[in-house]
């Protein structure tokens, strides 16, 4: 009596077996590391912020619009006002570029932001825009964090370079900025470490695997009842 021939579960599985495990050269470990980094590019990407949520409008505290300055009117306040330091004059130190001032005014009181031309021009008052609404180093409430999330997607050009990705990192809102980077980072390292690993242990068993079981598993060797 003829041997029976292997079903459609067990023809597959001998398939992989063959496929994956039997092969002399390092093309399974070749197969595994690229689907390993394509996962680590993926994920890394989402947690540096190229795939961005939401956000929820509302106020993001920037510094305070610059109000005009009174001119003194008599001698004693001129030279009064000569003397005094910048430190002594918060509003001539925190001025905000002419071109934003309505910017600042919107992100303080949670309002949709005006248009504005040329978001990338130096002259608009990019170092201010970095340093004092984009920067990740700022401190800011978790809602205030949600909101920048909010602006920084809706108005393209408000935020810049890496800036604009820690804030759009999925667990800025959360923990912050800083936090949310290193967390990635550790993320990432344990990731690649884990991929690295497991490569290492699939080139072990294949050798392990063929050594013992080269000859005995094969689908033809079973149809002739080996």
């Not at 399974?28 to 190229?50: D, K, Q, R, Y």
Request: net charge positive; proline share 8%; charged share 20%.
């Amino acid at each position: 009596m003829s041997a029976r021939r292997p079903g459609p579960l067990r023809a597959m599985r001998h398939s992989v077996v063959d496929t994956g495990l039997m092969r002399p050269d390092p093309w399974p470990e070749v197969v595994f590391g690229g689907m390993g980094a394509l996962l680590t590019l993926l994920i890394a990407a989402w947690l540096f912020g190229s795939f961005p949520g939401v956000g929820a409008r509302g106020p993001v505290e920037v510094i305070q619009v610059a109000e005009p300055e009174i001119q003194p009117t008599t001698d004693v306040e001129k030279a009064v006002d000569s003397r005094k330091t910048d430190a002594e004059n918060p509003t001539r130190v925190q001025s905000i570029p002419p071109k934003l001032q309505n910017v600042a005014r919107a992100l303080n009181s949670g309002q949709v932001l005006p248009q504005i031309e040329g978001w990338t021009d130096p002259g608009i008052g990019r170092d201010w825009l970095d340093s004092k609404v984009c920067s990740p180093i700022t401190t800011r409430s978790r809602a205030e964090r949600s909101s920048l999330v909010y602006y920084a997607t809706s108005q393209e050009g408000l935020c810049q370079g890496m800036n604009r990705q820690l804030i759009l990192a999925p667990m800025t809102p959360v923990i912050g900025p800083v936090a949310s980077m290193i967390v990635s980072l550790v993320i990432l390292t344990a990731l690649a470490f884990g991929l690295f690993v497991a490569a290492r242990f699939l080139r072990r068993v294949r050798l392990a695997y063929r050594r013992l079981y080269v000859s005995e598993h094969r689908a033809d060797h079973l149809e002739d009842g080996g």
